[in-house]
């Protein structure tokens, strides 16, 4: 874990003002160039300029964008700041643990029965923690595989990315077995890069709910017919729907052995929202947001007696 310098909020929004205002009066002068080498350029082919003058226009637009590049970085860097996120999810979770850089466990995300093979995992802001006595470990995921794209002449390698978004396990005080699973099914009007559905497990087979518009929304899969039935109580299936619009992605839930994982397929980073604060009473709104829904997630779970004992 890094060393964490005493954080103020004070010096903070003092350096993002700063950065944003370099990098708001930077704009313009930016574009007058940009307009004026490309002026320059055109004028060069038709002759009439010479190549010094080419080379003597641009100086000042590289000049220009290097201060502008400079000044973006700052504000990235500041937003990136893994002292702003532990101070938030400090006053929010019993914080066991906060490091951006740490991989989840591969054997964690494959125990989540996300029925895909992929070659590559990516994964930053691991965070475990306990709310109302519920531990839980949560974490931005990117699951990919490599494409092998070939040609007349040649051959490329693509990066398809099948799963990017929060990863949810929760630990319960029950077990479930056998294992639930469901998973949101491909929509007619799904977009490009919308989550592709789940594939059913040869030993596994799709029970119907007897909830029309949960089961034309979601695959469920289990071993046991019954055990759905005993996990996915109504009121639960109704929660899952609505949180399904909430969370603008595709939802995959795995009930197994005493952990519940919860996977959003919405294609953005956990607490993307911070990134355009402009202080850190923004950054901290836009952290909320996304952690009052993993509350939200929990707060249901807990009603479940199927998983928690009745509090």
């Given at each position: 874990?890094?060393?964490?310098?005493?954080?103020?909020?004070?010096?903070?929004?003092?350096?993002?003002?700063?950065?944003?205002?370099?990098?708001?009066?930077?704009?313009?002068?930016?574009?007058?160039?940009?307009?004026?080498?490309?002026?320059?350029?055109?004028?060069?082919?038709?002759?009439?300029?010479?190549?010094?003058?080419?080379?003597?226009?641009?100086?000042?637009?590289?000049?220009?964008?290097?201060?502008?590049?400079?000044?973006?970085?700052?504000?990235?860097?500041?937003?990136?700041?893994?002292?702003?996120?532990?101070?938030?999810?400090?006053?929010?979770?019993?914080?066991?643990?906060?490091?951006?850089?740490?991989?989840?466990?591969?054997?964690?995300?494959?125990?989540?029965?996300?029925?895909?093979?992929?070659?590559?995992?990516?994964?930053?802001?691991?965070?475990?923690?306990?709310?109302?006595?519920?531990?839980?470990v949560l974490a931005d995921?990117?699951?990919?595989?490599?494409?092998?794209?070939?040609?007349?002449?040649?051959?490329?390698?693509?990066?398809?990315?099948?799963?990017?978004?929060?990863?949810?396990?929760?630990?319960?005080?029950?077990?479930?077995?056998?294992?639930?699973?469901?998973?949101?099914?491909?929509?007619?009007?799904?977009?490009?890069?919308?989550?592709?559905?789940?594939?059913?497990?040869?030993?596994?087979?799709?029970?119907?709910?007897?909830?029309?518009?949960?089961?034309?929304?979601?695959?469920?899969?289990?071993?046991?017919?019954?055990?759905?039935?005993?996990?996915?109580t109504p009121h639960f299936?109704?929660?899952?729907?609505?949180?399904?619009?909430?969370?603008?992605?595709?939802?995959?839930?795995?009930?197994?052995?005493?952990?519940?994982?919860?996977?959003?397929?919405?294609?953005?980073?956990?607490?993307?929202?911070?990134?355009?604060?402009?202080?850190?009473?923004?950054?901290?709104?836009?952290?909320?947001?996304?952690?009052?829904?993993?509350?939200?997630?929990?707060?249901?779970?807990?009603?479940?007696?199927?998983?928690?004992?009745?509090?």
């Open positions: 874990m890094e060393r964490r310098e005493p954080f103020c909020r004070d010096t903070f929004d003092a350096e993002l003002k700063v950065a944003q205002e370099k990098s708001k009066r930077l704009r313009p002068f930016r574009t007058v160039f940009l307009i004026v080498s490309g002026l320059v350029v055109i004028a060069s082919f038709a002759g009439r300029i010479s190549e010094w003058a080419i080379l003597i226009s641009l100086i000042p637009l590289v000049f220009l964008g290097a201060q502008a590049g400079k000044a973006r970085s700052s504000i990235t860097k500041l937003m990136r700041d893994t002292r702003l996120r532990h101070d938030v999810l400090k006053d929010t979770f019993d914080l066991i643990e906060y490091d951006p850089h740490r991989l989840i466990d591969e054997s964690l995300l494959q125990e989540g029965r996300f029925n895909y093979h992929w070659d590559s995992r990516f994964s930053r802001d691991y965070i475990r923690a306990r709310y109302r006595g519920v531990e839980f995921v990117e699951l990919s595989i490599f494409h092998l794209q070939m040609r007349s002449r040649s051959s490329s390698t693509a990066n398809i990315v099948l799963f990017k978004g929060p990863w949810l396990v929760i630990t319960s005080q029950k077990e479930i077995c056998p294992s639930v699973v469901i998973s949101q099914r491909k929509s007619p009007k799904a977009k490009k890069g919308e989550f592709p559905g789940l594939k059913p497990l040869k030993t596994e087979s799709d029970v119907q709910m007897e909830n029309l518009a949960f089961d034309e929304t979601f695959w469920t899969f289990s071993d046991d017919s019954l055990m759905p039935y005993r996990v996915l299936m109704e929660f899952i729907l609505l949180a399904r619009e909430a969370a603008d992605g595709a939802k995959h839930v795995c009930f197994t052995g005493d952990r519940v994982h919860v996977a959003v397929h919405n294609g953005r980073n956990l607490f993307g929202l911070c990134q355009k604060a402009k202080n850190f009473s923004e950054f901290r709104a836009g952290m909320e947001q996304d952690i009052n829904y993993i509350k939200a997630i929990i707060d249901e779970f807990l009603l479940n007696e199927q998983l928690f004992d009745p509090q």
